[in-house]
């Protein structure tokens, strides 16, 4: 199928990358499936896109793993294929590991991993049955190496990278791609919606977060990713460059972070 007519589902679509990423999609002529829990976020979304006929509202709940056979039968059902999902909802972290409820990190597990994964798996078959598909992973610099403040989000989006790889290796043959999307900073409301040990929500925004890239730019440089059938690229500034440091040293790697002013 022509990459700019394929048939797109994007969860966490009310905001940021996701808001951002259907505004791209919808300007090369996709049909687009858009999904988060804020259904006014959602539709205001869809009227500041182009050719908002093809573009369908699908409220999700990630946390919520058995509603995920039926939300993907649906989604099936309004294109009668889907070409692309691309998994970028999430939620993050800003709290210190004692400070941190347990609970908070059971809800950054449930949100950022096993909510992700179960809606991946519960579309599997459909893609078996098309003869093919793309998963599309929101994942973060964070989910190559770790940093204060993000304990349990570093762990999911760690998480995501051993599921997602194997997903790859065991459905390459099946047509089945799998892209692999880790951002540094980018100006979104991340750090606003993110929690606290005692898992309310933050509130504020951070420096780092407002000196990111912007989200349109950022945006356009995964789709161009997803086009090319990368399997895992980074984006952002110097934080990125965390990525490949690891690899030569992890020791290194710990004791820049941890000398950084990053919260």
Known sequence: MEKNKKIVWITGASSGIGAALAKIYADRGAKLILS??????????????QNPENIKILPIDLSDFDAAPAKVQKAFDFFGRIDILINNAG??????????QFDVFKKLIDIDYLGTIALSRALLPFF????????????????????????????????????????????????IAVTMICPGFVRTPIAMNSLRGDGSVLGEDDLATRKGMVVENFARKMVRSVDQNKWEVSFGGKERLGVYLKILSNKLLHNIVIRSKVR
């Open 91 to 100: 939620v993050s972290q800003r709290s210190l590991i004692a400070d941190t």
């Open 36 to 49: 988060s829990r804020k259904v006014a976020a959602l539709e205001q979304v869809k009227s500041e896109c």
């Open 128 to 175: 078996l049955l098309q003869e093919g598909g793309h998963y599309v992973v929101v994942s973060s610099v964070m989910g190559k190496y770790g940093s204060p403040f993000r304990s349990g989000y570093a762990a999911a989006k760690h998480a995501l990278h051993g599921f997602f790889d194997v997903m790859r290796m065991e459905h390459q043959k099946d047509n």
